[in-house]
């Protein structure tokens, strides 16, 4: 029986093996959480939706996708911390499992996620997913304090061990331990340089959507300073890291971060000739229409 055309939308740039290339199952989302109904509504189109530029009703729909999909009984956040969205985040887990060749469950493999923020996210669907271990961190102490409750609520500490970095300069000092071996590091580094730089980009991306204006945008903007701008901006942090990373050569498989403006690319390069990284690899990944990549590198 062939399917309507409103009832399904492949989204054809999201990993092969997601979950998420068709559209969200909305009846059966609302039976798993039943707050979701109140955020539900039938767009233009005559299908289910949210108001994505609510962040009530993205945090209850991250909610409800943890617990349908994922098993994650329990999920919350601090008011103001960056609200993930899952169809990414887990394409991310994906590519990192292809990079390894390891798409079946594997516990023996523990990954490390620098800045896990409030929301833990990456943590959660690799070990749902994929039964990875990881150790997650972040400079943040509220994020922390926030991934340790969610960690417990689940009955996932001990999978999922949640460490402070005490010192906002270091990326892996501080909290790898000497000879502690891990299969790879992922990251989502700060796209911005400064809040304001952060905010033009939100205002200049939800005006080129129809019916929307500057004061919803400043309404809808949220995010920790650390989780969306540093000193530098994504090309400072990802160069910190590669050099960072030269250090840890021998207990570490593999080193990844996203990189969300290709023109980074370029300096991204020359600094992993800087180290001698033996293998460099980028892999494209989008979701609608926006694309990014991973950069990955190994010095084994």
């Given at each position: 029986m062939?399917i309507?055309k409103?009832?399904i939308?492949i989204?054809?740039?999201l990993?092969?093996r997601?979950?998420?290339?068709t ?5 059966e989302l609302?039976?798993?959480t039943p707050?979701l109904?109140h ?6 189109y005559?299908d289910?939706s949210?108001?994505f530029f609510?962040?009530k009703a993205?945090?209850i729909l ?6 349908y ?5 329990f999920w919350?956040?601090?008011?103001g911390y ?6 990414g985040r887990l394409d991310?887990?994906h590519?990192?499992?292809?990079l390894?060749?390891?798409i079946?469950?594997?516990?023996n493999?523990?990954g ?6 409030a929301n ?7 070990h749902?997913?994929?039964g990875?271990?990881?150790?997650a961190?972040?400079?943040?102490k509220?994020?922390?304090d926030?991934a340790k409750?969610?960690?417990?609520e689940?009955n ?5 061990e ?5 010192n ?5 000092k ?11 590091v992922i990251?989502?580094?700060p796209?911005?340089s400064s ?6 980009a939100?205002i ?10 500057s004061?919803?945008i ?9 989780e969306l701008?540093?000193k ?15 250090h840890f050569?021998?207990?570490c498989?593999w080193?990844?971060?996203?990189v ?5 690319l ?7 000739k ?10 494209e990944?989008?979701?609608g229409?926006k694309?990014s990549?991973?950069?990955a590198?190994s010095?084994?």
């Open positions: 062939s309507p409103n009832q939308n989204k054809s740039k990993h092969s997601s979950r998420y290339k559209r969200y199952n909305f009846k609302i039976l798993s707050e109904k955020y539900v509504f039938k767009n233009k005559g289910l949210v108001d609510d962040p993205v945090k991250n909610k409800a996708l943890l617990k999909n994922h098993n994650i009984e919350d956040i601090p008011k960056l609200c993930p969205p899952i169809p991310y887990i590519y990192i499992a292809d390894m060749e390891c079946s469950k594997n516990p493999i523990i490390l996620d620098i800045g896990t923020g833990c996210i990456y943590p959660l669907l690799g749902n997913e994929y990875w271990n990881f150790i961190t972040d400079i943040d509220s994020a922390i926030s409750n969610i960690v417990n689940n996932l500490s001990d999978s999922i949640i460490r402070l970095q005490e906002n300069a270091n990326k892996l501080g909290v790898l331990k000497p000879n502690e071996q891990i299969a790879f990251c989502n580094p796209f911005h809040e304001e730089e952060a905010k033009k939100s200049r991306k939800l005006k080129n959507l129809k019916n929307n204006n004061k919803a400043t309404l809808n903007f949220s995010g920790q300073h650390n701008w540093c530098g901006g994504e090309s400072r942090f990802i160069k910190d890291l590669i050099f960072e990373s030269r050569s021998k207990q498989q080193f990844t971060t996203l969300s403006k290709a023109s980074n370029k300096g991204i390069y020359s600094n992993l800087k180290v001698n990284a033996n293998k460099v690899k980028t892999i990944m989008g979701q229409q694309i990549r991973i950069v590198w010095f084994q």
